[in-house]
């Protein structure tokens, strides 16, 4: 499609004044996962979207999804409904490519929402592969990786940091129409990238109103998304709470940069870029020469929402083992040499992956044995650490070393909560390292904190 330059555009009228706001939802928010760079806490999130009215909001935090699932389960134990995103990092040429230029290294920003289950996967399939191979100061996406994995997500183009408003600002400073271009071409990529799956648009043009350089570049957004019959979306960029934690953020910022909040070579972000109810957000625009425009990308924060609909499934990754172990267990018989009987005792057992292609046991089954393989081997190790004369507890007395009710209570405390998480298996599978070395006559310990257990 060919493009034009921007020219006049016709004023609307504003709504009547007092009308009650429309719904609003927030769809480019950074919580305390943008490492020292958002200020939201997950619960005082949402907290605060409660109180506002509001029934979904979004996480979209700088590269990663670290906290979707914390926020996944405080808001949909809040009753709010959690929209799933990242504020992506792009790189300009291929992901793999680490040369340095000194120009946006660290990639253009684009904002990706998941709209179903297939797009929840292909966010997470791209957002470890930006760590893996298109880490360079950010972990980077590139086009290539977007166009193979693109179903199932709505993307918002991004703020000024983004790879359509960027070249429209040097528009901006230098009237060179070539950079008009260039953020007209960007759009119809991202246009033919994320097109229409069967339930609506999927590439949206953002716009934000917090600093003079991007009040001056969306008359161009909105006009190349005219040209381009592409949807507008309004959004706040939210990286703390309220506009009293400005400062606190600010602090935050610092930090991250390394610089004292007296230095005058350092970025400072907007005192607007807090949680805005739907009146503030509607007061944030009214009144712009492109209120009806504005009104449209507010309506269509909540059209996005409403189509945003993932569901998390939570099973249990933890793992399993097919325990091999002798019917009668080598039972205590008074052996002088604890070590010499526990070690033959351990030999007894050993472990082997499971495999369902091959064997038909169910997981409560193969947990089951574990969890009673675990128990059998500490009960040795028991006797084995702490003498013949535990195998039959005393009662407690007022002796203030541990007795042996208190030293079996421990264990059996340590045992049952072991099998109630699930983790015994996993113990086994440490213990079986350890075991296979010290039959051997090699030296070995496990590590980690499961070691001060008395399992361990």
């Not at 999130?45 to 979004?58: D, F, P, S, W």
């Amino acid at each position: 499609m060919s493009f034009a330059p921007p020219d006049e555009v016709e004023v609307p009228v504003p709504p009547a004044a007092g009308a009650a706001p429309r719904p609003f939802v927030h769809l480019h928010l950074h919580s305390e996962y943008s490492l020292l760079d958002g200020g939201n806490r997950i619960d005082r999130l949402i907290a605060r979207v409660k109180q506002l009215g509001m029934n979904a909001v979004a996480v979209t935090d700088h590269g990663n999804l670290f906290g979707a699932m914390t926020f996944y389960m405080a808001a949909k134990e809040a009753g709010i409904k959690p929209i799933l995103g990242v504020e992506a990092y792009v790189a300009q040429g291929k992901r793999h490519d680490r040369t340095y230029t000194g120009s946006i290294d660290g990639g253009y920003h684009l904002v990706l929402l998941a709209e179903n289950e297939k797009g929840w996967r292909n966010l997470l399939y791209m957002c470890s592969e930006a760590y893996l191979n298109g880490f360079y100061y950010k972990p980077r996406l590139d086009r290539e990786l977007i166009e193979a994995h693109h179903s199932g997500l709505i993307a918002i183009c991004g703020h000024l940091g983004s790879e359509m408003a960027y070249p429209l600002v040097e528009y901006v400073k230098t009237n060179d129409v070539a950079h008009y271009r260039r953020s007209f071409e960007v759009a119809e990529w991202h246009a033919r990238v994320f097109a229409d799956e069967g339930t609506g648009p999927r590439f949206f043009v953002e716009l934000q109103r917090h600093v003079s350089e991007q009040n001056a570049i969306n008359p161009h957004l909105i006009r190349i998304a005219e040209e381009l019959s592409l949807p507008l979306v309004a959004t706040n960029d939210a990286h703390f709470l309220r506009e009293e934690d400005y400062d606190a953020h600010d602090t935050l910022t610092c930090i991250s940069m390394g610089k004292n909040k007296d230095a005058t070579d350092r970025l400072r972000y907007p005192p607007q870029v807090y949680v805005k109810s739907p009146a503030e957000m509607e007061a944030t625009f009214e009144g712009s020469d492109e209120w009806g425009r504005w009104r449209d990308a507010l309506d269509n924060t909540a059209r996005i929402a409403e189509r945003c609909n993932v569901e998390m499934k939570f099973t249990s990754h933890a793992p399993v083992v097919n325990v091999i172990r002798p019917e009668h267990p080598r039972a205590y018989a008074g052996e002088a040499d604890l070590t010499e009987w526990f070690k033959g005792f351990c030999a007894g057992y050993t472990l082997e992956p499971y495999d369902s292609a091959k064997e038909s046991l169910s997981r409560e089954t193969l947990k089951e044995q574990c969890d009673h393989a675990l128990r059998e081997l500490c009960e040795a190790g028991f006797i084995w650490r702490y003498g013949p004369d535990q195998i039959n507890p005393e009662p407690r007395t007022l002796n203030p070393e541990p007795s042996r009710s208190d030293l079996r209570a421990r264990l059996n405390r340590e045992l049952t909560i072991l099998a109630d998480k699930n983790i015994s298996a996993y113990f086994l599978i440490v213990w079986d390292f350890v075991n296979w070395a010290r039959q051997r006559g090699i030296p070995a310990l496990a590590r980690g904190s499961g070691v001060g257990t008395m399992v361990g």
